[in-house]
């Protein structure tokens, strides 16, 4: 049972557009959601977090939005950078559970 | 501050050996994580650790233990390995200091098991 989902394995976005990632969790339980990025053969980088209780979080670049009456959360970055192409994962976390619960990944190639 | 350590960066194992790996968290972070990153299954949560105590356990067989020191530290066993254990193994840690704290990651240890 997946209880998170990144439904687009891959995604393609020109230099300096916006790059729009999509994540919807099945568990009511989860209430603190977090995306990485990974580049082959390393550990996850820590990008942005949002708890349950905002709806909104931006750092620099990055925003992500959740919207919790549809299980859904979102990162944008804007602009894309060469830089940015990596493989994203969206996680969730219940309350006071280390646990990170990992969706399947999508792999963000932005073309110069 | 340092960051995740996990040492070695790269194992080849036979079938039926065992293999113990090894994370060191970043400083002041008292819970410690490992998770499984495989092609077919992505990342998937072995067991996290917290002042020397599993807290909490994914659904992995006994062949797969762990443990955690008094300073943190802690280490990942994998006894009688099967082929299908080949992976990257990640380690995890953090502060635990509030409620909403995130897990920083280390660069994993690639392990093949031939």
């Known amino acids: 049972d997946q209880q998170v989902k990144q439904n687009s394995p891959s995604l393609s976005v020109q230099e300096g557009r916006i790059s729009i990632l999509n994540c919807d969790y099945t568990?009511?339980?989860?209430?603190?959601f977090l995306w990485y990025k990974k580049y082959p053969a390393e550990g996850p980088t820590f990008l942005i977090s949002?708890?349950?209780?905002?709806d909104k979080n931006e750092d620099g670049r990055f925003t992500v939005f959740l919207n919790k009456s549809a299980k859904h959360l979102s990162l944008h970055i804007v602009p894309s950078q060469p830089g940015d192409s990596a493989v994203y994962f969206c996680a969730a976390r219940g309350f006071g559970n280390e646990k990170l619960t990992f969706g399947t990944g999508t792999r963000l190639t932005i073309i110069p | 501050k340092a960051g995740v350590t996990q040492t070695p960066r790269y194992l080849i194992k036979t079938r039926g050996q065992q293999v113990t790996l090894s994370c060191s968290p970043i400083?002041?972070?008292?819970?410690v994580s490992w998770y499984q990153q495989t092609p077919g299954q992505g990342l998937q949560f072995l067991f996290e650790y917290f002042s020397e105590t599993q807290r909490n356990k994914g659904n992995f067989p006994g062949r797969f233990s762990g443990r955690q020191f008094s300073n943190s530290r802690s280490e990942m066993n994998v006894s009688t390995l099967e082929l299908g254990d080949s992976a990257l193994y990640l380690c995890?840690?953090?502060?635990?200091?509030?409620?909403?704290?995130?897990?920083?990651f280390g660069q994993g240890t690639r392990l093949t098991v031939v």
């Open positions: 568990n009511s339980m989860f209430d603190y």
């Open positions: 949002i708890s349950s209780i905002k």
């Open positions: 400083s002041g972070h008292r819970s």
């Open positions: 995890a840690s953090s502060s635990q200091g509030a409620v909403n704290t995130e897990a920083f």
